[in-house]
């Protein structure tokens, strides 16, 4: 940071690229707990913990005491007693989800620290330019806002009434808010790096939102295909036409619960929600094609790989999750490579959006 008649001159070249590091690796970290999510959902580990102690939580059980009154909280919910226990649910097997769970939240506690701690020194040392301070308080508040989105997931599979797993509402929820966060991160790393450059803020085009909108409400029926586990209606088998493109044979998936209509059907059928999915990633396929090439026009050609690349390993993640049977890594790396998706699709419309 230079100085001037003892004044510091913020947004000098100096001040920001540590600051660009910082968010990328945020953003890093934040795909990181994107796949651990998806371990945790696969591995159905997410209940496990049936408290929450955003302190004193980081520190798992250490005697076989504490383990035994663990143990015990979680064979009263739903999961264990109507799943787990009657499948003989031994103490090993619980320490095995219980890890997944507690790493899960580690991670998140490790994300809050790393943004909120340089943030505060960054504040500190008056090196944020002007304009950003609002934004980076907004991120901020959006991972306050996420470990309580994760907490009222949890709870609501925790009740008497509740089913084995969370619901798969507050399930999108968590998801959403987490790869909203990324996107965040993502386009105001861009927005500093340009201003390295002697660059204005990009603005967020029209076909830049129409992308990103339409990304949204794919992710949003993922969410709900993973949270139904409707990964599994299609059938499965290795190169089988019948699980994909077909369904269970068909074009369109029989056994659908048209009983409480359309609306109710789309986001509560697993059925319906893994036809929607499906299918709907072609349209999104389209739209990010359409804007490889403007990025090409651009002279923006990396950009307009990397997009590519991660909309072409996404669709061929998603069929092989398919024909797996919904195989852990397989499905993880499908997780994994959505979170990635966004992050090339934020960086497609910042760069559609920049201004010399």
């Avoid at 499948?87 to 506690?109: D, N, P, S, V």
């Avoid at 893994?274 to 072609?282: E, K, S």
């Avoid at 999750?321 to 699709?345: D, N, P």
């Amino acid at each position: 940071m230079r100085v001037n008649d003892g004044r510091p001159i913020i947004g000098t070249s100096d001040d920001i690229a540590p600051m660009v590091r910082w968010l990328l690796s945020v953003a890093v970290l934040v795909v990181l707990i994107v796949a651990v999510g998806g371990i945790t959902r696969l591995t159905e580990s997410g209940l496990s913990i049936t408290q929450w102690k955003p302190l004193t939580g980081a520190i798992p059980p250490l005697t076989d005491a504490q383990w035994q009154a663990e143990f015990a909280r979680y064979k009263q919910i739903p999961q264990y007693l109507d799943v787990n226990g009657p499948a003989g649910m031994t103490l090993a097997q619980y320490k095995f989800i219980y890890f997944w769970e507690w790493f899960h939240r580690l991670l998140a506690r490790t994300i809050g620290l790393v943004f909120a701690v340089p943030l505060a020194w960054f504040w500190y040392k008056r090196t944020i330019p002007g304009g950003y301070k609002p934004r980076l308080l907004a991120l901020l508040a959006l991972g306050g806002l996420q470990g309580v989105v994760g907490w009222w997931m949890v709870s609501s599979g925790l009740s008497a009434e509740a089913l084995d797993r969370v619901s798969h509402f507050r399930l999108a929820a968590h998801l959403l808010v987490a790869l909203f966060t990324l996107g965040g991160l993502v386009w105001t790393a861009l927005d500093l790096k340009a201003m390295e450059r002697g660059e204005q803020r990009a603005r967020l085009t029209r076909f830049g939102a129409l992308a990103l909108g339409m990304l949204a409400l794919q992710l949003f029926m993922g969410a709900m295909v993973a949270g139904l586990r409707a990964g599994y209606v299609a059938g499965a088998g290795w190169w089988s036409w019948d699980a994909w493109p077909l369904m269970q044979g068909s074009v369109f998936p029989e056994g659908v619960d048209w009983a409480r209509g359309f609306f109710s059907s789309l986001v509560n059928d697993p059925y319906l929600t893994h036809f929607i999915h499906r299918w709907w990633a072609w349209a999104i396929v389209a739209v990010l094609v359409v804007m490889g090439r403007r990025l090409k026009a651009k002279h923006e050609r990396l950009v307009s790989v990397a997009v590519h690349c991660a909309f072409g390993t996404q669709v061929l993640l998603g069929i092989f999750t398919v024909w797996s049977g919904v195989t852990l890594w397989i499905a993880v790396a499908h997780q994994l490579c959505g979170a990635l998706l966004v992050a090339a699709t934020v960086w497609g419309a910042h760069a559609l959006g920049r201004r010399g």
